[in-house]
């Protein structure tokens, strides 16, 4: 029976959601956290009134709330990793007059003992699956799938959206996007749905081998087909890769002559080994990526034609990263936690400040340049959150981001300060060096030093 009004409904409110063993948040719908029950402030060792009105992702690791309270669709038991274990976790949507106005998620399990060592046993079986699944990776050669690939904005979804639709047919793909965009992350992922997911996807970097040797590394060799030849002969990655995915990389790079092999292997689905004189029938998809501006190549006859049309049946364009801000913040806290989880090293976030000046850089390596970036960051860092000083000097010197807080006093100060601190980091803290790449006379270099406290 529901409890009437004088039914100590407010008790039965407090025993269920504030003190219940279940930990209780709830986000609008933009994610910001409207409201979190004691249990879950107390497992995470919050103060409640630091959590309302955050970013549920500022509070809560890995959490999906905010996916959740966009998309309307609600995930149930769905685990995730929260304090260094495996949680179960509920997620749904809250909908008013059919709109979705946030979401409400529970936590059904914390940190406790029989929780544990259910956990250990997921954990065993995770570790478990882990070595399988990197057992058949090495074997098919695809280690990423389209859950690897980061990233909320419109652009980013709308291509995995793509990729669902153009994976499971034959038809070849051509991968178009700047260097270190995820271009291979996706050809392993349109493997990995497509219907030859259990045969080989080889890779070839067509701008890391020789020309002359690039024939016997794509089409094998006979023993004895030249001096050296190994005994036995040695298959190429056609035929390694026969009935799987053949990623030909870097395609824009290919010298002519190698070219017009491949486009006679893709029109005749027939190759000749290197001193062979036997035809073999190959059965593979391409897939292809460069950064490179096919269109200009093919107009200065430095691509053909032809093997353009054949290769571009469909593709994709990968945006790069500052054109889709949206998924800065999202990838850079992804890495963190990658990276941190390989290395070991406890460094939980990073500060509003680096996000900020991460914003305003052009990322001219996309995502690899921000692996790279965090990465040393957290090696360099000696605290749990990721600071400006502990950026490359590229990104610190392109940081235009004023903190718009206080007086513009303040934020002189505030800006000053940066600079001096700057300024003593660069000259290795020798004062009089950093006076003079700053301009300014020793006494008052002092006096400032002084007053900001960076003795
Ligand atoms: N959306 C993403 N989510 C997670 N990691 C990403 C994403 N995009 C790129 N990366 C990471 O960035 C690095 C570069 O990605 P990848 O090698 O796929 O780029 P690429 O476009 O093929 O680069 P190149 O043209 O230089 O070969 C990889 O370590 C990859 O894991």
Redesign the pocket.
């Known amino acids: 029976m529901f409890p009437q009004d004088n039914d100590y409904k407010d008790e039965i409110f407090k025993t269920v959601f504030e003190d219940a063993y279940h930990c209780f948040v709830v986000v609008d719908k933009h994610g910001f956290v409207t409201y979190m029950n004691n249990s879950y402030c107390h497992f995470l060792n919050l103060d409640k009134d630091l959590v309302i009105g955050k970013h549920v992702t500022d509070v809560i690791e890995n959490s999906r709330m905010h996916i959740v309270a966009q998309t309307g669709i609600e995930e149930i038991a769905d685990l995730q990793f929260i304090r260094g274990n495996h949680m179960v976790a509920n997620r749904i949507p809250v909908r008013s007059n059919g709109e979705i106005v946030g979401a409400v998620g529970t936590v059904l399990f914390r940190d406790t003992k029989e929780w544990m060592s259910m956990n250990s046993h997921i954990k065993d079986l995770l570790l478990e699956l882990e070595h399988y699944r990197n057992q058949q990776r090495k074997q098919h050669g695809a280690t990423y799938s389209l859950h690897?690939?980061?990233?909320s904005s419109d652009k980013?979804n709308l291509l995995k959206e793509q990729v669902k639709k153009i994976a499971t047919g034959d038809v070849s793909i051509l991968l178009r996007?700047e260097?270190?965009?995820?271009?291979?992350?996706f050809a392993h992922s349109i493997h990995h749905l497509s219907e030859r997911n259990a045969k080989p996807f080889i890779k070839v970097n067509c701008a890391a081998i020789p020309e002359h040797l690039l024939e016997s590394e794509l089409f094998g060799y006979q023993e004895g087909a030249f001096t050296g030849a190994k005994k036995g002969g040695k298959p190429g990655k056609f035929q390694l890769a026969d009935g799987g995915t053949l990623f030909l990389?870097e395609i824009g790079d290919m010298p002519l002559s190698a070219q017009v092999k491949i486009l006679r292997v893709l029109q005749e689905g027939e190759i000749e080994a290197v001193g062979s004189v036997q035809l073999e029938q190959i059965d593979v998809r391409i897939i292809a990526?460069t950064?490179q501006p096919l269109e200009a190549l093919i107009d200065k006859q430095k691509f053909r034609e032809d093997l353009f049309y054949r290769i571009n049946v469909v593709q994709l364009q990968?945006p790069p990263l500052r054109d889709r801000p949206e998924d800065i913040q999202v990838?850079a806290k992804?890495i963190l936690h990658k990276i941190t989880r390989r290395t070991g090293k406890r460094v939980t976030d990073i500060d509003e400040q680096v996000l900020s000046c991460f914003y305003s850089y052009r990322w001219p390596g996309n995502?690899?340049e921000l692996?790279n970036v965090i990465e040393s960051a957290v090696h360099l860092t000696n605290s749990e959150i990721i600071k400006m000083e502990d950026l490359p000097d590229r990104l610190q010197l392109n940081n235009h981001s004023i903190e718009l807080t206080g007086s513009l006093k303040d934020i002189v100060e505030q800006t000053e300060k940066q600079a001096i601190r700057r300024a003593l980091d660069k000259c290795s803290g020798d004062k009089i060096k950093a006076a003079e790449l700053l301009k300014v006379g020793k006494s008052s270099f002092y006096e400032k030093i002084k007053k900001y406290d960076l003795q």
């Open positions: 690897d690939i980061v990233g980013m996007g260097s270190g965009t995820g271009k291979e992350l990389d990526a950064n990968i990838l992804y995502a690899r692996e």
